[in-house]
C-alpha cells in the first residue's frame, strides 16, 4: 500500500501527470468501467473503502463504501450462468467480501483533486 496517495502517470519517455488523493492507497488496478466504451480506467482503492476511478483525461469519480477494507478487487463474475458481470468487490475484515454487480456506468461524474 501507498500511505502518501500519490499515482505517478509514466511512460517510457516522460511523466504523464500525477494524482494527489491524500488517501493511504491499498489497492489499484484497470478495467473499463464505461457502458459502451473500450478506454479503460485506473480504478483505485484506499483502506478507508473509498473507491476513485481515473480516466487518462485525469478526472476522477469518487465512489464510497462505507467500511474499511482489507483487499479490493475488480473484474468479471457470473452471479447466474453465462452472465458475466463487471463488479467491484470488497474485504472487511470480520465481516466478508461484498461483491457489487452491475457497477457499469454509463458515464462518470468527476470532482477535481
Excluded: H
Excluded at 483505485?44 to 483525461?57: A, E, F, H, L, M
Aim: glycine share 6%; charged share 20%; aromatic share 16%.
Amino acid at each position: 500500500s501507498s500511505t502518501q496517495g500519490i499515482i505517478f502517470f509514466k511512460n517510457l519517455k516522460e511523466n504523464l501527470f500525477n494524482v494527489n488523493l491524500n488517501e493511504c492507497i491499498l489497492s489499484i488496478s484497470s478495467n473499463c468501467v464505461l457502458n459502451g466504451s473500450y478506454d479503460e480506467q485506473i480504478i483505485v482503492c484506499s483502506t478507508n473503502g473509498t473507491t476513485y476511478i481515473i480516466d487518462r483525461k485525469q478526472k476522477i469519480c469518487k465512489v464510497k463504501f462505507d467500511y474499511p477494507v482489507s483487499a479490493f478487487t475488480t473484474g468479471y463474475f457470473a452471479v447466474e450462468k453465462n452472465q458475466n458481470e463487471f463488479v467491484f468487490a470488497y474485504v472487511v475484515p470480520g465481516d466478508g467480501i461484498y461483491i457489487f454487480t452491475n457497477t457499469k456506468l454509463d458515464e462518470l461524474e468527476y470532482e477535481s483533486y
